[in-house]
Antibody
Framework: EVKLVESGGGLVQPGGSLRLSCAAS????????LSWVRQAPGKGLEWVSS????????PYAESVKGRFTISRDNSKDTLYLQMSRLRGEDTAVYYC??????????????WGQGTLVTVPS | DIVMTQAPLSSPVTLGQPASISCRSS???????????LSWLQQRPGQPPRLLIY???NRFSGVPDRFSGSGAGTDFTLKISRVEPEDVGVYYC?????????FGGGTKVEIK
């Protein structure tokens, strides 16, 4: 069973930093791209960033480019999102997702429960 | 960036009746490999999103067959053949043909 468990959210002051983690299990972590998607309170879904299986490709949303860094540790089956220079508009639940499934070529089939990041504005 | 536009914003439906949600993309979603990466997700209150349909019309594992997807090019539709109480929530279309991956604004399905 695929499982994604996010951690690291919390309250952080504007301009501060935070690192989110996502512990994965139930699949061969190093074979798959992963993504972060966020959802501001009462709002829709926004793609934040993705990382290829090797870690070589890391596209970002314009809204976070230069402030957030996605990374992965394939030896620990863990995905990270380092967030710096945080702003009020970064307040959201951050979801870790398995971006692609080889068996059926589906995208975003698996999501974690999310972790809340709050940046007072 | 590809803009995804959904309609309606809200859909009050009688239990047992059908519901339909439209999604339009600002450009074709056909990938260079010939597939169109248009997905539909459901988000029940207080829950993370759940994948329902991928590549326009393929039901994801465990999704009831009352959900179906159709469309091509830039126009897509999600249909629920008979709405049940557990279908209440917000539905999003999403394109993953190219980065940045983008979502529609969401359609709230509620019971009349």
């Amino acid at each position: 069973e695929v499982k994604l468990v996010e951690s690291g959210g919390g309250l952080v002051q504007p301009g501060g930093s935070l690192r989110l983690s996502c512990a994965a299990s139930g699949f061969t972590f190093s074979n798959y791209p992963l993504s972060w998607v966020r959802q501001a309170p009462g709002k829709g879904l926004e793609w934040v960033s993705s990382i290829s299986a090797s870690g070589d490709d890391t596209p970002y949303a314009e809204s976070v480019k230069g402030r957030f860094t996605i990374s992965r540790d394939n030896s620990k089956d863990t995905l990270y999102l380092q967030m710096s220079r945080l702003r009020g508009e970064d307040t959201a639940v951050y979801y870790c997702t398995k971006e692609w499934d080889k068996s059926d070529d589906s995208h975003y089939g698996y999501w974690g429960q999310g972790t809340l990041v709050t940046v007072p504005s | 960036d590809i803009v995804m536009t959904q309609a309606p914003l809200s859909s009050p439906v009688t239990l047992g009746q059908p519901a339909s949600i439209s999604c339009r993309s600002s450009q074709s979603l056909v990938h260079s490999n010939g597939n169109s990466y248009l997905s539909w997700l459901q988000q029940r209150p207080g829950q993370p999103p759940r994948l329902l349909i991928y590549k326009i019309s393929n039901r994801f594992s465990g999704v009831p067959d009352r959900f179906s997807g159709s469309g091509a090019g830039t126009d897509f539709t999600l249909k629920i053949s008979r709405v049940e109480p557990e279908d209440v929530g917000v539905y999003y279309c999403m394109q993953t043909t190219q980065f940045p991956h983008t979502f529609g604004g969401g359609t709230k399905v509620e019971i009349k």
